[in-house]
């Protein structure tokens, strides 16, 4: 199956997607961990939103080079995403998947995407590093300016509520329970 | 004539070392272990993922395991890191008789922990548990985290472990009469970790002994290759792929590449069992010092 290729700024576009569509995202990311939600939902968020992506990522910056730059998990930032959607964010990118509160947040407006944990190096490989902000909060926490050349990723959670991870949680328990507790 | 050489530098072995010469020998080769383990998977490791690639049947497992291939791949080729989380530093040393056990052999190994963390660099992970200050290189108090048992040569392995899958282990104190509960306690620890700890993962089951010592053989039965399962062994890791947790938390046959056991005796009374969870860059490496 051929992915499906994106390019932000995204647009109305990611609303045809389904969970377990494979894509491609080229264009500017936005990395983004704890500390720089917390800033941008006080200080406001410092780029253009409107069909923007966000990374969940703390990357490994070697002067102008990114040389590891794999998923953080998402579920920590369950809570602090709202605001972003709210703005117009249309994709976040990230491992593991996020609450269903978050599943609802995007329903009607965006995605989320699982890009493979670990593979820092493969995605370092699709990155051209274009700029920073809040270069205060440490390497980890800072907002990196990211360009991505084709980057794979599965959409973890549609915009009409479909939650792959959701349903494999769901099957692993019900998997689980016939086991173990009949 | 090989023998013979062999036979020389056994003797020599048996000679106590002493001075910063071996001690930088201890941190050199502990550095060189680091590096060993942060770039290259051990062959086991990388065979099953790739066993679990020919065998996934849904297209986005096997996606997942073809990015995880790639990347093993490239990071060798780079000769960098397989991920971002580093990890924090176990250490196993083997200490032959002829080697004191000493605070400064100790420092050494940390002096080699830094020393990696400059030169490869690794991401600084190890902070103060409460202030949660960072100390930059990797090491603090109790970290490098180091086991010690009795050799036949001063061998240092290195087992790096991120914290994503070391945040999803568990340990019970389950009732002598609940050996059945074993697997089930092995399965609903993956159950609750679900795509968190970076599946497909190992995982190091540790039974008996005491409540301290269980988590140690859980972490300790990581050291062992993958590409053998005991039935026992094989039978916990069927019950974990039977929940189709799958590469990533997406779906899939392989949730565990394996399941390595290890046991120890342990109070009548008691039946201490852990489970040592790691994601698909299982690291380890080991070098010997010479000196």
Request: proline content about 7%; aromatic content about 4%; glycine content about 10%.
């Amino acid at each position: 199956m051929n992915p499906i290729d994106l390019k932000t700024p995204l647009s109305r576009e990611v609303l045809d997607l389904r969970a377990g569509d494979q894509v491609t995202l080229s264009g500017t990311v936005y990395t983004a961990r704890d500390e720089a939600h917390l800033r941008m939902m006080e200080d406001g968020i410092p780029f253009d939103p409107e069909g923007a992506a966000v990374y969940h990522c703390g990357p490994v910056i070697s002067g102008s080079r990114i040389i590891a730059a794999g998923p953080t998990t998402s579920a920590r930032l369950n809570r602090l995403t709202g605001f972003l959607l709210d703005a117009g964010v249309r994709a976040l990118i990230g491992k593991g998947g996020m609450s269903s509160q978050v599943a609802d947040q995007l329903s009607g407006r965006g995605v989320y995407l699982a890009l493979t944990g670990g593979c820092a190096v493969l995605a370092a490989s699709r990155m051209t590093l274009r700029g920073v902000y809040y270069e205060d909060l440490g390497m980890a926490e800072a907002i990196w300016i990211i360009e991505l050349d084709r980057l794979p990723l599965v959409v973890g959670i549609d915009s009409h509520g479909g939650d792959l991870f959701g349903t494999v949680a769901q099957e692993a328990n019900l998997q689980f329970d016939r086991r173990y507790t009949m | 004539m090989e023998i013979i050489i062999e036979f020389i530098s056994s003797l020599l072995m048996m000679l106590p070392p002493s001075g910063k010469e071996f001690l930088a020998a201890v941190s050199d080769a502990t550095c060189r272990a680091i590096r060993e383990a942060e770039i290259r998977l051990p062959p086991d490791v990388v065979a099953a993922i790739r066993e679990a690639a020919r065998n996934e049947t849904s297209d986005i497992a096997r996606q997942e395991l073809g990015h995880i291939l790639e990347n093993i791949a490239l990071a060798g080729h780079l000769g960098v890191p397989i991920c971002q989380d580093t990890g924090v530093p176990v250490v196993y040393l083997t200490v032959p008789p002829a080697v004191p056990v000493t605070a400064d052999l100790m420092e050494a190994v940390a002096e080699g922990v830094r020393k990696a963390t400059r030169e490869i660099p690794l991401r600084p992970n190890a902070v103060l548990p409460l202030e949660r200050v960072n100390s930059g290189d990797n090491t603090g108090p109790g970290m490098p985290a180091v086991h010690i048992r009795p050799g036949r040569r001063l061998e240092i392995t290195v087992l790096p472990k991120g914290a994503g899958a070391e945040n999803m282990s568990r340990l019970a104190m389950l009732l002598p009469t609940e050996q059945d509960r074993i697997p089930l306690f092995v399965a609903e620890t993956m159950l609750i970790a679900g795509g968190r700890p970076c599946p497909p993962v190992v995982l190091g089951v540790g039974i008996g002994g005491t409540f301290d010592g269980v988590a140690a053989l859980a972490k300790e039965a990581l050291l062992e290759p993958i590409d053998t399962m005991e039935p026992f062994e094989q039978e916990l890791c069927d019950a974990v792929n039977a929940l189709g947790i799958g590469p990533m938390g997406l779906g899939g046959k392989t949730t565990a590449l394996a399941v390595k056991v290890k046991t120890a005796s342990c109070h009548t009374a008691s039946l201490p069992v852990a489970v040592n969870v790691q994601c698909w860059a299982a690291r380890r490496a080991t070098r010997e010092v010479i000196w």
